[in-house]
């Protein structure tokens, strides 16, 4: 494949630039059977991996000179910790609740502390080539999964467009990166071959309507970006119809597992705002589900789950990222995880042929895939592929910063 505008990998990655490679490259290859490990009460051997990666890097940061300093993540992780310390001084939840529940700001702070200790211009262009090989080491990783399934399971095909079928968790974002990847910064026709394997790749991993939806997000953005900056004024809103029609028109999206989502959602909302005004959050260690949650999912979709398995009150969030975090701190403080993606969402809005660049293009529909994908999935609150998303939100936060 002939690469065009993508960045040359040019002198040595940093040590502990290469650790937090290799452990989003092992999630990738060997899935829960890795990121779940169990070693110690809530302690799981990924969660103690990254923390040893990034103990030499609080080190390294604090002889850094020039340090990488994000003021609304601050904020949003200070404003976190206190709420840690007022759930732990409440007893809201078990302790081991509590520690699980802070995972979806533990990974973000290991990754920050990590990121910023080897960050500049030349580690960050060998962050997006790490990005496009594990997009391409994803797709490969796939094709050989449904291969070997084919030829080693009786009766695979049949199970194949109505089971889960998939290397890892690791996969999804990964595929998401690789379709960026071929539609930004592939010159060679075989590209659209692959993205026809890519597509059809959706339809057999299971997960369908959010797979099938990120999938369009990334063709989406990728027209909305080459487009003109006037065609720009009507793609969006047709582009916005066309997403939001797909929720009534495909099955998937009102399939039960759908449907699960959009109560769950709905009712969390509303507790947010009735009783916490969008400001404040429950901390961490307190039930996600309410009696009007569980009462709902019972009435509506016959699914008392969470009734006959109490814990899964503890371990079943919303599986929707944002409102996790907003449940847990406030919606409206949660906001601040959005505000360093200012520049990338300018970006995406007013690019011209004039004033572009291929390696902001990939970031940008990259991130836009993945920040979909953490609206309809627990991903930043497990260990499977949380990682790679905060590899990918700060490679683009420093990839847009101002010179």
Same mark, same amino acid.
């Given at each position: ?96 609740? %509590? $520690?699980?529940?802070?995972? *979806?700001?533990?990974?973000?702070? /290991?990754?920050?502390? #990590?990121? &910023?200790?080897? =960050? ?10 790490? %990005? $496009?090989?594990?997009?391409? *080491?994803?797709?490969?990783?796939? /094709?050989?999964?449904? #291969?070997? &399934?084919?030829? =080693? ?251």
């Amino acid at each position: 494949m002939n690469l065009q505008g993508s960045p040359t990998m040019l002198g040595r990655i940093h040590p502990i630039q290469m650790c937090l490679f290799i452990l989003i490259e092992l999630l990738l290859v060997f899935g829960k059977e890795f990121s779940k490990f169990h070693v110690a009460g809530p302690l799981y051997l990924y969660d103690l991996l990254l923390a040893l990666t990034a103990s030499p890097a609080i080190i390294l940061l604090f002889r850094k000179k020039e340090k990488f300093i994000i003021w609304p993540l601050l904020a949003l992780i200070a404003l976190s910790l206190i709420y840690l310390a007022y759930s732990f001084l409440a007893k809201i939840g078990p302790l081991n609740y %509590m $520690i699980r529940h802070y995972a *979806l700001f533990g990974y973000l702070i /290991l990754v920050y502390l #990590i990121f &910023n200790s080897f =960050a500049n211009e030349e580690t960050n262009k060998m962050n997006i080539q790490f %990005m $496009i090989l594990l997009g391409i *080491l994803a797709f490969v990783g796939q /094709l050989l999964f449904h #291969i070997y &399934n084919a030829v =080693a399971t009786s009766g695979y095909i049949e199970i194949l467009f109505v089971d889960f079928n998939y290397l890892s968790l690791m996969v999804f974002p990964g595929l998401f990166i690789f379709q960026a990847y071929l539609l930004v910064l592939v010159r060679n026709r075989l590209k659209w071959l692959l993205l026809a394997i890519v597509w059809l790749f959706s339809f057999t991993m299971g997960h369908h309507s959010s797979t099938i939806l990120c999938t369009l997000i990334v063709f989406s953005a990728y027209l909305i970006l080459k487009s003109g900056v006037k065609t720009r004024r009507y793609l969006i809103p047709a582009f916005g119809v066309l997403i939001a029609s797909s929720f009534f028109l495909i099955p998937q999206f009102l399939d039960t597992n759908s449907m699960w989502r959009y109560i769950y959602w709905k009712y969390t909302l509303k507790d947010i705002i009735e009783n916490y005004f969008l400001i404040f959050g429950h901390g961490f260690g307190a039930k996600f589900s309410n009696p009007e949650v569980l009462e709902a999912l019972k009435e509506q979709l016959n699914s008392p789950w969470m009734e006959v398995r109490p814990e899964e009150q503890y371990l079943s969030p919303m599986h929707n990222s944002f409102i996790t975090m907003g449940f847990h701190i406030g919606f409206i403080p949660s906001m601040l995880v959005f505000v360093p993606l200012i520049r990338p969402f300018k970006y995406f809005f007013v690019r011209s042929s004039d004033h572009n660049s291929p390696q902001k293009d990939f970031l940008s529909v990259s991130l836009l895939s993945l920040l979909f994908w953490c609206s309809f999935h627990v991903m930043l609150e497990l260990p499977h592929s949380s990682a790679l998303f905060w590899l990918m939100y700060f490679t683009t936060i420093y990839h847009f910063k101002e010179k």
